[in-house]
């Protein structure tokens, strides 16, 4: 009896928390998702009559997580529980990153079975994330809900100035979502959502305000130290956190140091409005040996970003409105040479934006409106149009030299507006939608993207999805401008397009999960770099980047075996996990190419096996397995394992990792082999304010 009830799931909507800072709708109505409910106060809890007793194995109630289902919105506008949603998310757990052999957010990332990350150094130097056979440029990174994408280069996009303890989960959205995140959407959406200050104290048993402390050495001169205070002052709550990183690196001329600071607060004002903001900086400065040519060993970069973000939510009636307001800086320092003014560019690039959602209940279901105006614009001793003499600027940021000037710059100025509707039914969810968007670095034409999700639901353990939606995509100051050795861009690029269908299937039972998907994507105008054949061009080695057609499909399969809840929450597996994806795409040149960076390089076939348990009372073991096909010349397969042994005390925790515990040699990109076997030891430390 007391099985069948803990079965069923009822319905729960945290309307009492709709104006708190942690509230799902404080970021300009872009929803976010909650896995778990965790109370971290409480030894003994009772969930529809099953007593669940944690001392037994030494975790808080937080790491055995009553999983409720209907608490999860996302994918669209308007607020929707998880029974409502008609789109598929994947949720990374602040458990998962809890127990993943990883010390940066990008290496996080390789967790989920859509993504593609691609390093050029260890722990997210200079990394590349893409989601469906994509590339870095198509997707959209979201911080706390506030675009951080670089139009510049997705380079420069997962730079990021928060740390895996701050994090409280990462939402990977994987198809066209223009209708919610407007036109950089085109691929995906990958939204990293930090602890809410409250949230993090009560979860760590200190409600008047927190402290972590996370410290880490291993092989190559490897240290990291993070720290983060949480302190709440009557109905305002703050998050300030800061972290160094350095190594002398696994692989030849491959050092780096990282910098980063962050802030992120808010303000309960009257009963029917939140405040809140975020500020982050970061700087980073890497050796990057072979990172952009074969021919030289001895190149160095230098990334620098600050961001500011200022959001509300306020209701007015049965209305809900949430501006936004935000702005991003980066710098970069370039050389091809270290030390040698031969080869050597410095860009400044900024975006900022406005924007404004509105939603509204009806009978006829919800109702959202809105708008945003995002500007983009780049400086740079290199890309962009010629600049008068009388305009050129000295360089700017940690690294600006005087005698260097910016001498050539762009701008553009992109407007989106958004309109969709979400009709509810018992078993049932439609939701139609449409951007209107007009970018003047292509014209002052107005473009019209529609979509539409739909999801099904036969029980109350399956649920069924689908959905057809359109996207666009604006070249990258570098895809217009970048030209140097061998190398030449192209200022009359078109933008990318995409017609995504998109099929899938949820199962939920008492102590398993499953989720498959079906897409195929229709995409024109899509922009690679290519060499051209020697009968089409007198200079085949030189690569170009153009337009080209492009048919992708695949699917993804991902299974989750939770022990503990089919039998006991001491049982000491906690969770075992299969993923499988598979990619294929076809692709239309106008001209005969030799090769290209994108198209002909994509990753096929991605597996992850992973097992995460407890060996003896806080002694707990977490494997990972991951093993990569990828599509072109110089590619082979590999299999890289990762551990992580951590001993797990209430305000303490120490662990062991090791990356590439095998020793496995392999490149994520073919000219640069990745680190082998690195070994690392760290603590993590909390304490009440």
């Known amino acids: ?20 800072g942690y509230a799902l709708f404080s970021v300009m109505g872009r929803e976010v998702l909650i896995g778990t409910l965790s109370v971290a106060t409480l030894s003994h809890a009772k969930a529809e009559g099953v007593s669940v007793n944690t001392e037994a194995t030494g975790d808080s109630l937080q790491r055995s997580e009553l999983k409720l289902e209907e608490v999860v919105v996302t994918g669209s506008r308007a607020p929707l529980t998880l029974a409502e949603s008609a789109k598929i998310v994947s949720v990374i757990t602040r458990e998962d990153i809890h127990r993943a052999a990883a010390e940066s957010i990008n290496d996080i990332l390789k967790l989920a079975i859509g993504v593609d990350v691609r390093q050029r150094g260890g722990f997210g130097v200079q990394t590349d994330i893409s989601v469906r056979g994509g590339n870095f440029d198509q997707i959209t990174i979201l911080l706390n809900g506030v675009n951080i994408s670089s139009p510049h280069t997705g380079h420069l996009s997962a730079d990021f100035p928060v740390s895996p303890e701050d994090i409280e989960r990462i939402e990977v959205l994987e198809g066209p979502a223009a209708r919610v995140y ?38 190559y001169g490897y240290a990291n130290g993070n720290a983060s205070l949480v302190k709440s002052f009557g109905s305002t709550h703050h998050l300030l956190s800061g972290g160094y990183t350095r190594t002398d690196g696994a692989t030849p001329n491959s050092y780096f140091t990282s910098s980063r600071v962050f802030y992120h607060g808010n303000a309960q004002i009257g009963s029917n409005a939140t405040l809140s903001g975020q500020l982050g900086y970061s700087y ?53 040479h270290k030390d040698n003014p031969a080869g050597e560019n410095f860009h400044k690039v900024d975006s900022k934006g406005v924007s404004l959602n509105a939603w509204f209940p009806s009978a006829l279901g919800k109702t959202s409106l809105g708008f945003e105006v995002r500007g983009e614009s780049i400086k740079s001793t290199k890309l962009g149009k010629p600049m008068p003499e009388s305009d050129w600027e000295k360089t700017g940021g940690h690294d600006a030299e005087s005698d260097k000037l ?3 710059k762009d701008t553009r100025t992109n407007i989106s507006a958004f309109l969709e509707h979400d009709i509810l039914l018992q078993d049932l969810t439609l939701s139609l939608g449409l951007l209107a968007n007009m970018n003047d670095g292509l014209d002052t034409r107005w473009r019209v993207y529609p979509g539409i999700d739909v999801s099904y639901r036969p029980t109350d353990a399956w649920k069924l999805y689908a959905s057809w939606n359109m996207a666009l995509r604006m070249p990258t100051f570098t895809d217009l401008y970048y030209s140097g050795a061998n190398i030449e861009g192209n200022s009359d690029l078109k933008p990318e397009k995409t017609t995504d269908y998109q099929l899938g299937a949820q199962y939920r039972a008492n102590g398993f999960m499953a989720e498959a998907q079906l897409f195929y994507s229709h995409k024109t105008d899509m922009i690679d770099w290519v060499t051209y054949s020697n009968t089409q061009h007198p200079s085949p080695n030189t690569y170009r980047s153009v337009n080209f057609g492009l048919d992708n499909k695949g699917f993804e399969l991902n299974l989750n075996l939770l022990p503990q809840e089919l039998w006991s929450v001491n049982c000491p597996l906690r969770k075992l996990s299969a993923k499988y994806s598979y990619i294929h795409e076809d692709s239309e040149y106008d001209v005969a190419v030799i090769s290209s960076k994108y198209a002909m390089d994509y990753l096929r076939h991605k597996v992850v096996l992973s097992a ?29 394992t990762d551990a992580r042994l951590s001993w797990d005390a209430p305000k303490w925790s120490v662990y062991f990792d090791t990356s590439n515990l095998f020793n496995k040699k392999y490149c994520d990109y073919a000219t640069i082999p ?12 909390k304490f009440g304010l």
């Not at 007391?2 to 708190?20: G, P, T, Y």
């Not at 085109?186 to 939204?191: K, P």
């Not at 060996?615 to 072109?632: A, C, E, I, M, P």
């Open 284 to 336: 980073k400065p890497y050796a990057a040996n072979t990172f952009y040519g074969a021919s030289s060993t001895d190149q160095w970069e230098s990334n620098e970003r600050l961001m500011a973000a200022l959001n509300a939510d306020i209701k007015l009636g049965n209305v809900h409105l949430a501006p936004q307001l935000y702005w991003n800086r980066w710098f970069d320092h370039y050389q091809w």
């Open 406 to 408: 910016y001498k050539f």
């Open 674 to 685: 990745q680190p082998g076997l690195w070994w690392r030891i760290g603590t993590v430390i």
């Open 1 to 20: 009896m007391q099985q069948k009830q803990f079965c069923e799931r009822k319905a729960l909507r945290f309307k009492h928390f709709s104006h708190k």
């Open 612 to 640: 995460d348990g407890r060996l003896w009372k806080r002694l707990s073991l977490s494997l990972s397995w991951r093993w990569q096909d990828r599509v072109g010349a110089n590619n082979p397969s590999y299999a890289i």
């Open 182 to 219: 407007g036109t950089s959407a085109f691929n995906g959406v990958i939204n990293i959502v930090t602890a809410s200050p409250p949230a993090l104290s009560r979860r760590e048993g200190a409600d008047s305000g927190t402290g972590i402390v996370s410290l880490s050495a291993g092989q």
